[in-house]
């Protein structure tokens, strides 16, 4: 079972924040394609993370590969990601899911607290 962090708590209540207010706002398919997107990148961040560190133990430097490599496959994935919700979704749409998917990722910064590196 995965363990959820202080963090990410922090960033899912962050978008759900964001999606309750622009609901208010009448705008609920736009924010919650963002938490989704948000949260995927969490995830997607967790389990490299991890795996990195499994892979550090025994190889520093293919630790280090796998943390450049998935932050690539993140950054493609999150533009497609990106390109195919907001092609699909109205144009009022566009803004509330970029700010939530941003104040999600604003977020991580809650889990960088104390850490000397980032993969402390």
């Known amino acids: 079972m995965i363990k959820v962090?202080?963090?990410y708590k922090i960033q899912g209540l962050i978008g759900l924040i964001a999606v309750a207010f622009y609901a208010t706002q009448?705008?609920?398919a736009g924010p919650s394609y963002g938490f989704f997107i948000g949260l995927l990148n969490i995830f997607m961040l967790q389990f490299t993370f991890a795996?990195?560190?499994?892979r550090a133990a025994e190889d520093p430097k293919?630790?280090?590969l796998i943390l450049y490599m998935s932050a690539v496959i993140r950054f493609i994935?999150?533009?497609v990601f990106f390109v195919l919700g907001l092609s699909y979704?109205?144009?009022s749409e566009a803004f509330p899911v970029i700010i939530t998917f941003v104040l999600m990722q604003i977020g991580?910064?809650?889990n960088l607290k104390g850490?000397?590196?980032l993969t402390d």
Do not use: E, P, S, V
Not at 51 to 54: K, M, S
């Open 115 to 117: 850490k000397r590196r």
């Open 89 to 91: 979704l109205d144009q």
């Open 62 to 64: 293919a630790g280090i």
């Open 26 to 28: 009448g705008h609920l």
């Open 77 to 79: 994935l999150l533009a």
């Open 5 to 7: 962090d202080t963090a």
């Open 51 to 54: 795996r990195a560190n499994r």
């Open 108 to 110: 991580q910064l809650f």
